[in-house]
């Protein structure tokens, strides 16, 4: 089994039964800034400090993929009610500069039998960097 990578109890793994990765990373990096009017004078800018970083990881369950879809996505609802801060390591690289958070998942469930079982979910999970106290 290949392990490309985990966020906390999350492992992101790829094997010939198994199959839980994202299609992309999406990270977004920022800071904010003050804007100071200046008559007869371009206004001016005076740095703040960085925002909280955000990534965006979609990620597909499905039961064609060796996942159940309902578990994966009840196992990340829980890890969001109770706060739950993760390093994320992907390849053997930390992401960012301590840990992150999830703050929002989108679930989109996609594909169901004839008895009402998920199938297939598409979801979407927000992280934002959780800083060092």
Not at 16 to 30: A, C, M, P
Not at 57 to 84: C, D, W, Y
Not at 90 to 111: F, P
Request: net charge positive; proline share 4%.
């Amino acid at each position: 089994m290949g392990k490309l990578g985990s966020f906390g109890s999350l492992s992101f793994v790829v094997s010939s039964n198994t199959i839980r990765t994202f299609e992309k990373l999406q990270w977004d990096v920022g800071a904010s800034y003050a804007t100071h009017d200046r008559h007869m004078m371009p206004d001016l800018l005076e740095f703040l400090g960085p925002d909280p970083e955000t990534i965006n990881l979609p990620i597909k369950f499905s039961v064609f993929l060796g996942t159940n879809p309902i578990q994966e996505v009840e196992r990340l609802r829980a890890m969001i009610r109770s706060g739950t801060v993760e390093r994320l390591v992907l390849g053997g690289h930390v992401y960012g500069d301590y840990k992150w958070a999830i703050t929002k998942m989108s679930a989109e469930l996609k594909t169901f039998d004839n008895r009402g079982n998920c199938w297939a979910a598409n979801t979407t999970l927000s992280l934002k960097e959780y800083a060092r106290r």
